[in-house]
């Protein structure tokens, strides 16, 4: 079975351009998280997906950052516009079924975003 | 709210020597709690699981115990070789939607 599927793997913006990033969930998973990484503030939620529908939009990073779900096999990320400071992995996963307390997220390897 | 504390951002041991990575935490549920290892290049994935019913979780020579009465969940190895070398992250699910992290502990373990 493939596991998260996540495109680009690298990507270098210039300050102030749009950037999309890509997420493929294991097939059959409900939901799908983005998260953000960096040394200094770890592992950061920026969105949830449950069924396709958005549970959580990421609070403080809800102003530039938006994450779509077309449809249960596919996901993307935009920023927009991209600072430096956004310079980051971002990380996708998927789950079967968190609520019940299994947890278990399955990423996968990550976009690095690097702004310039 | 709920929270997951990993004091050590890095440890540096030498291959045999044993493994003790620190992990608290604080929620006001019957929480489940993970131990993810991220290896260079890739994403973070399970290494072990532990819920109420059960106080241990054994993974591949790594051991953590449930404390519900310290709030910890210490990760183990008795002997770590230089392929453990990856960051470990102590996680939390609090049977809602959301996984709560630790800031992750680098460990590095020379030849």
């Known amino acids: 079975d493939a596991g998260v599927t996540q495109t680009p793997r690298h990507e270098v913006a210039e300050k102030g351009q749009t950037i999309i990033l890509k997420c493929e969930p294991v097939?059959?998973?409900?939901?799908l998280f983005w998260y953000r990484q960096t040394k200094i503030q770890g592992l950061e939620l920026l969105s949830y997906f449950r069924s396709k529908s958005l549970m959580e939009d990421g609070g403080a990073f809800k102003d530039r950052f938006k994450a779509e779900m077309l449809n249960s096999s596919f996901s993307t990320l935009k920023i927009q516009p991209t600072e430096p400071k956004d310079s980051a992995v971002y990380l996708c996963?998927?789950?079967?079924?968190?609520?019940?307390?299994?947890?278990?997220?399955?990423f996968g390897e990550g976009s690095k975003l690097t702004v310039l | 709210g709920d929270s997951v504390t990993q004091k050590q951002g890095q440890v540096t041991l030498s291959e045999d020597d044993f493994l003790f990575i620190n992990c608290t935490y604080s929620?006001?549920?019957?929480?489940?709690l993970f131990w993810y290892v991220q290896y260079p290049g890739q994403g973070p994935q399970l290494l072990l699981k532990?819920?109420?019913?059960?106080n241990k979780g054994i993974s591949r020579g790594f051991e953590a115990t449930y404390d519900k009465g310290t709030t910890s969940f210490h990760l183990q190895k008795a002997s770590v070789q230089e392929s453990d070398s990856a960051v470990y992250f102590c996680?939390?699910?609090?049977?809602?939607?959301?996984?709560?992290f630790g800031k992750g502990t680098h460990l590095h373990v020379l030849p």
């Open positions: 929620t006001t549920t019957y929480p489940t």
């Open positions: 996680a939390l699910d609090t049977n809602a939607y959301k996984v709560i």
């Open positions: 097939s059959g998973h409900n939901d």
């Open positions: 532990v819920t109420t019913a059960n």
């Open positions: 996963a998927s789950s079967l079924v968190p609520g019940l307390n299994t947890g278990q997220l399955y």
